[in-house]
């Protein structure tokens, strides 16, 4: 059985995933990353990507994932056409990788940017990384050097941070240091690894 054990990983864009990924990963949990994921299976189907969206898109079997971005975040349509081709192949790619996993009987994080949106995946707990909106545009904003209008259309493709919130299974506040989100994540860590004692 795929996903007994799962435990997804999510957020918003720039609320700090990445760093609980690593603070987990240094817990000993195994990360499964969709966006690396995404990454591979863009690159290897290359020559879908430039019949859909244009040769421009891709350069000596490298898809320029920084323009393709910039069309998909821009056109609502042509995200949906993006999606329609990864996500099957993803979820398929993700699934077999639990499928392994599970046969170790401890949690792991599959960190699912799109976890809420995409309504896919089969795991019941969810850890939500989460900082208020104003939080994320400013952070986005310095981390991509990008224009308040770029960051915002960024946000806007994602389930509102407020929504997932109150989806979430186990929070984890990022408003603070990196002390204080190292608490937050080993109280979760704690609840994970009870939670799933006995399955």
Not at 63 to 71: F, H, P, S
Not at 166 to 180: F, K, S, V
Request: proline share 3%; hydrophobic share 40%.
């Amino acid at each position: 059985m795929s996903f007994k054990y799962a435990v997804v990983l999510t957020g918003g864009i720039a609320t700090g995933k990445s760093t609980v990924a690593k603070i987990f990963e240094s817990y000993g949990f195994t990360i499964i990353d969709a966006d690396k994921t995404a990454h591979k299976i863009l690159e290897k189907h290359h020559e879908k990507i430039a019949v859909l969206f244009g040769e421009k898109y891709v350069h000596n079997g490298m898809v320029d994932r920084k323009a393709l971005g910039g069309l998909i975040f821009a056109n609502k349509d042509e995200k949906l056409r993006l999606e329609n081709l990864l996500h099957p192949l993803i979820f398929e790619e993700i699934k077999e990788q639990t499928f392994k996993l599970d046969k170790l009987k401890r949690p792991y994080l599959v960190d699912i940017p799109l976890f809420f949106e995409s309504n896919r995946y089969p795991i019941k707990e969810s850890i939500v990384v989460y900082v208020p909106q104003k939080v994320q545009l400013e952070r986005l904003m310095v981390r991509d050097q990008t224009t308040e209008t770029l960051a915002q259309q960024r946000i806007n493709a994602q389930l509102n941070i407020e929504e997932k919130k109150q989806r979430a299974t186990y929070l984890i506040d990022n408003q603070g240091d990196m002390n204080e989100l190292q608490q937050h994540c080993a109280k979760v860590k704690d609840k994970i690894i009870a939670n799933h004692k006995g399955k």
